[in-house]
C-alpha cells in the first residue's frame, strides 16, 4: 500500500510537552527527519498558510517547542538536528511547519 498523509502539524514530545515546530531555517531535509522519525520513508514540506483555520481552540492554546530547525541527512530525528534551546522560540501559529509524508 501507499499513499500520502496529511498530518496538518508536525508535533514533538519534550519537556515541554506536546508543540509545534517553527517553519524557519526548516528543509525538505528536516521534512524527511520528521516522517522517518513517524515510521514514514520521506517527507516534503507542506503550505503552512491555511493551518490556523484547522486548529481547535486547545491547539491554538499550543506553543512551539522547536524553532531554527536545520537538519541534515542522516540526523535520526528532529530533537538531534541543530534548533535553539527547546521552548526558545520567536514564531507565530502562521509558522508552524506542515510536512506531507510518505511510504
Ligand atoms: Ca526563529
Known amino acids: 500500500m501507499a499513499g500520502i498523509i496529511d ?10 510537552g506536546w508543540g509545534y515546530v517553527c517553519d524557519d531555517m526548516f528543509s525538505s531535509v528536516a521534512a524527511t527527519v520528521a516522517c ?10 507542506g503550505v503552512a498558510l491555511a493551518l490556523t483555520l484547522d486548529l481547535d481552540p486547545q491547539d491554538r492554546k499550543r506553543s512551539f517547542v522547536l524553532d531554527d ?25 502562521s509558522e508552524t511547519v506542515k510536512v506531507k509524508c510518505s511510504r
Open 7 to 16: 498530518l496538518t502539524s508536525a508535533l514533538v514530545g519534550g519537556k515541554l
Open 36 to 45: 522517518r522519525q513517524l515510521g514514514y520513508l520521506s517527507g516534503k514540506m
Open 69 to 93: 530547525v536545520r537538519c541534515k541527512e542522516g540526523d535520526a530525528n528532529l530533537i538531534s538536528c541543530d534548533h535553539l534551546p527547546l521552548g526558545v522560540h520567536n514564531c507565530g501559529l
